[in-house]
């Protein structure tokens, strides 16, 4: 077991639905992630959120919009998702400044039908 | 542009052989080299990582060796076991910068 929670695991939605990600950790960790990765491929960055402020946005489009409540939680709001962005979306979380180690949930595997 | 070069894609390996991954970059700010292992179904893991301060960092079975002039970091496993089998991914990253560089991933099967 991670020590990074994403619910659901899997997740079904229509192009016209209004869905949502979320992330749960408590290891203190300041900074959270969201990743997407497609079969075979890297994670890519989309968002980082550095002490509960978004700090990093990777030109993501605004069918994805995160959402960071507290310092143990983050979210990712999906609306009028296409087919293409099928994937596996996974939540990462790391301690303090500087390069650290990310800590990895297990993704939620999303299909966009 | 991909900035971190892995090798090779696919790789398959003898129970108790030894699995050798490797990475080259150009972007000589990168000071933060880790490997991130991933299972099927899981996401990653950090296995091990590296500073260029250090030729080489060994963890249990898992070594990496990095040269700095050559601009190249490699990962060995020794004594490769079939609980081994999963994808490989190389990564850099420099100072503050919280984005990860990533190499598009080595996929090991380890034979029993």
């Known amino acids: 077991d991670t020590e990074v929670t994403q619910t659901p695991k899997h997740l079904v939605m229509g192009m016209t639905n209004k869905k949502s990600l979320k992330c749960e950790q408590h290891m203190g960790h300041r900074a959270m992630y969201w990743y997407k990765q497609k079969a075979k491929k890297p994670p890519e960055l989309m968002f980082v959120?550095?002490?509960?402020?978004?700090?990093i946005n990777e030109s993501v489009p605004s069918r994805f919009s995160p959402e960071c409540p507290n310092s143990s939680l983050l979210n990712l709001h999906l609306h009028a998702l296409q087919p293409e962005d099928s994937a596996l979306y996974l939540c990462?979380?790391?301690?303090?400044?500087?390069?650290?180690?990310?800590?990895f949930g297990n993704g939620t595997r999303l299909t966009v039908t | 542009q991909q900035q971190v070069k892995q090798s090779p894609q696919s790789l398959i390996v003898q129970k108790g052989g030894i699995s050798i991954i490797n990475c080259a970059y150009e972007n000589t700010a990168f000071d933060y080299f880790p490997w991130y292992q991933q299972f099927p179904g899981k996401g990653p893991a950090l296995l091990i990582a590296?500073?260029?301060d250090v030729s080489e960092k060994k963890e249990g079975r898992f070594t990496i060796s990095f040269n700095k002039s050559a601009k190249q970091f490699s990962l060995h496993i020794m004594d490769s076991q079939p609980g081994d089998s999963a994808t490989y991914f190389c990564a850099a990253t420099a100072g503050n910068n919280r984005k990860l560089i990533w190499g598009l991933g080595t996929s090991l099967a380890v034979n029993p």
């Open positions: 959120y550095s002490y509960e402020k978004l700090s």
């Open positions: 990462a979380s790391s301690q303090g400044t500087g390069p650290k180690p990310l800590h």
């Open positions: 590296i500073r260029p």
